[in-house]
């Protein structure tokens, strides 16, 4: 055990060789700026004062290049303590809520297509996180964690999470073959993610979200509805065909119901002749059409990297500045469960 130490402040935590710096502060409480947690969005850049560390591997060069390595930062998320250290970091001026080790018990499991488990859980008692983060499962059998955002919104005992399946992934072979199912425990640690909503903000918020990417936005969107906002909220939502839709049911619903929310479901790959009624294509493409000039406004995108990069080029040509424009890209770790 090490001890790992903010430089400028007071904050001291015990770091273990097999935990990296940033997870350390998180379940300690020290408000360390972050985002993906795997070394894709440069937020947790540090310097190192004192101290050595090991890297993972796998940091996307081009948000931390060798240049600056050789001028003594680190990645918090990709570096392990090999001994006590330093580092100098700009805490965030809020702090996350505590990250917490529980276990939960599976609800229910609701199939969307073959593609698509809706996985509902309950926990002993009600978890504090914010719309839009996530949680990492360690489910029976599984040596490594999986991460999943909750779908619902925050101030119950049950979470609620959006599986996509992959071939061969852990945690989807367990749900297919029913080894994972109603009355089993599965091993929680969370929230993790620093999604920033403000129901306040005046300017319109739009969500792009493909696939799975759905589950932080539905719990934003549940939030931000539940606290009376007036913001204007228009959701664009990708998926394949009308059974993969069911996992949006409530958005449907809420959209009838709350005259502030625009929900545009589009389709790619229904069935011409199939009596579908809404828009066929990708999600981008019909967010391209019909989005207009928006300025003032925030964008929040969820799914596939390609479907973000394509989302956010769109968006900064209606008018939108990078800065408000919040991602999160769902990367399969299909070789690290299976
Ligand atoms: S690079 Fe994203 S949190 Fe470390």
Redesign the pocket.
Known sequence: MFSLAIDGTDQVVAARKEESL?DACLTQGVPL?????????????ARLVRGKVRELPG??PA??SDEMRRDGMI????CYPETDVVVSVPLRATSHPQIQHFDAVIERVKWFGERTAQVTMRCPTPISFRSGQYFEWFAPGTSSARSYSASNRPGSTQLEFLVRIYPGGRVSSLLQRHELAAGDIVSLRGPFGSYVFNPDDPGAAIFVAGGTGLAPVKSIVESALSSETSRKLILFYGTRNMQELGCAEELQQWAGQYPQLQFIPVLSDEPEKSDWPGRRGTVVDIMKNELGEQFGAQAYLCGPPPMVDLATAVLERSGLSRADIYCDKFVPAVSSEA
């Open positions: 940033l700026p972050y985002n993906c947690r795997s070394g894709e969005c440069g937020e947790c850049l940091a996307d948000i931390f990645l918090t998320c990709m």
